[in-house]
């Protein structure tokens, strides 16, 4: 997170009234449980429970991302000021396990109201199907070159360092699919979630936010029928991506995914993966390989250059890189862009 500088603040203080002097300050409050506006204060860790939260929180919630927008959240580094000022937020949405830095940030401060969509979001394990697969099938597929079935590279998170400093014995090696958000039905589910928790959070609000909460589920639930009306025809049943974050759209769509990298984007795919996920395109009739804003399209480029097929961008939502579209308009780009490229009718 970017905050202002203490030299900056202070000039903004001294040549504020009495009154907002009273609001300046380089430290978060810890006065009350609600900001100066009278609204609740919200933590979220990254773009899909940001949209959540404001969506159902509206005019009563103001909500700050903890990972910036543009910014990759699966390695998100958190500054000591932003961590402090979890103490004083009214409340965190975030998913345990996904990112090290916030459940260390949160073990840390005990912010009043903790809310975690992990129960609602039902983790795929991973292992558990060719969505899925686990790390170490990642790691001996690449190594080998002998299996042409499985769709990952390795998921390995190391300790964050934070304020340059490694904290080993606090990283997170996640033994689930993290990106439940690429199924709408799981949002939708995370959604009814995070309304039941700010209700709980601020009884006085508690009847909108289990109204917009309601009305947001009822959205995402049209939303993944519309995915899965879609991609019912579809006459490519594969799709290959950057990495592997839509293992819950397949899972959802009855297709499967390819991933040239794995749940964590920054694993590199040895050339053996690259000949596997080359030939698995040509057996599919795969037409298109799908590239993403945050990660380089270099090697994506290169292997459809090799296949003489096209590329695409499927955006796996992990931050929101268009501030024009929320994450409702990236879906349906999203179903769009599969739809096109798997030839569904």
């Not at 879609?230 to 009855?254: E, M, P």
Request: hydrophobic share 40%; proline share 5%; glycine share 6%.
């Amino acid at each position: 997170m970017i905050f202002m500088s203490k030299r900056i603040l202070a000039a903004a203080c001294a040549a504020a009234t009495a009154l907002a002097l009273s609001a300046c300050s380089s430290a978060p409050s810890s006065e009350g449980n609600a900001s100066k506006d009278g609204t609740l204060t919200v933590m979220a860790s990254f773009y899909p429970l940001q949209y959540l939260t404001e969506k159902i929180g509206g005019e009563h919630v103001t909500v700050t991302s903890l990972t910036p927008a543009g910014a990759e959240p699966h390695d998100l580094e958190l500054s000591p000021k932003t961590v402090d000022a979890l103490a004083s937020a009214d409340a965190v949405v975030y998913l345990a396990g996904f990112q090290a830095a916030v459940d260390e940030a949160i073990e840390q401060q005990a912010p009043k109201t903790v809310i975690d969509v992990s129960p609602a979001a039902e983790l795929v394990e991973a292992n558990s199907s060719a969505n899925h697969p686990s790390e170490d099938e990642d790691e001996d597929e690449a190594q080998s070159g002998e299996s042409a079935t499985e769709e990952h590279a390795d998921h390995d998170h190391e300790g964050h360092d934070h304020e340059g400093h490694d904290h080993e014995g606090h990283h997170h090696d996640m033994s689930a699919d993290p990106h439940f958000w690429l199924d709408p039905v799981r949002m939708a589910s995370a959604a009814t979630l995070v309304g039941d928790k700010l209700a709980e959070a601020d009884p006085a609000n508690a009847d909108t936010y289990k109204a917009n909460a309601k009305a947001l589920n009822e959205e995402l639930s049209a939303l993944g029928d519309d995915l899965v009306a879609k991609t019912a025809t579809c006459q490519i049943k594969t799709f290959v991506t950057a990495h592997t974050a839509f293992g819950y759209l397949a899972d959802r769509t009855g297709l499967t995914q390819v991933g040239i990298s794995g749940l964590d984007p920054d694993s590199s795919p040895s050339p053996a993966r690259l000949a596997e996920i080359g030939q698995i395109a040509k057996d599919q009739g795969v037409t298109t390989i799908f590239t993403e804003a945050l990660i380089d399209p270099k090697v994506a480029q290169t292997l459809a250059d090799d296949l003489g097929i096209s590329t695409a961008v499927l955006d796996p939502i992990e931050s929101q890189t268009d501030s024009s579209k929320d994450y409702a308009a990236v879906m349906k780009d999203n179903i769009n862009a599969l739809t096109t490229a798997n030839n569904c009718q």
